[in-house]
């Protein structure tokens, strides 16, 4: 059974910095890719960045290019999202989502992710 379990997260104003982990267990491989959605209220989940163990780089959205960075610890299985000079539009439950599905080596849509966890909120304030 795969497990992911998400920490960090919190209020924070306009500019300020903010910081989530993930922890993936369950199986011994990591997974191909792992990576943060977000969902504001009323919006469709979306994609924020991951990191592909198939091309071993990571990946973002371009509104996030440049302020958010991703780094990892496969011995501990746990991947950080480093969130800089946030804006009040980053404001949004933020989940951890993984796949072993190889097939996409970078994949971005909710359903390429079979494995979820339960969502961290972080709030951005003006």
């Known amino acids: 059974q795969v497990r992911l379990v998400e920490s960090g997260g919190g209020s924070v104003q306009a500019g300020g910095s903010v910081s989530l982990s993930c922890q993936v267990s369950?199986?011994?491989?990591?997974?191909?890719?792992m990576g943060w959605f977000r969902q504001a209220p009323g919006k469709e989940r979306e994609f924020v960045a991951a990191f592909s163990w198939v091309t071993l780089s990571p990946y973002y959205l371009d509104s996030v290019e440049g302020r958010f960075s991703i780094s990892r610890d496969d011995a501990e299985k746990i991947l950080h999202l480093q969130m800089n000079s946030l804006k009040p539009e980053d404001t949004a439950l933020y989940y951890c989502?993984?796949?072993?599905?190889?097939?996409?080596?970078?994949?971005?849509?909710?359903?390429?992710?079979?494995?979820w966890g339960q969502g961290t909120q972080v709030t951005v304030s003006s």
């Open positions: 369950g199986r011994l491989a990591m997974p191909n890719s």
């Open positions: 989502a993984a796949t072993y599905d190889g097939s996409s080596a970078s994949p971005m849509g909710p359903s390429e992710f079979p494995y």
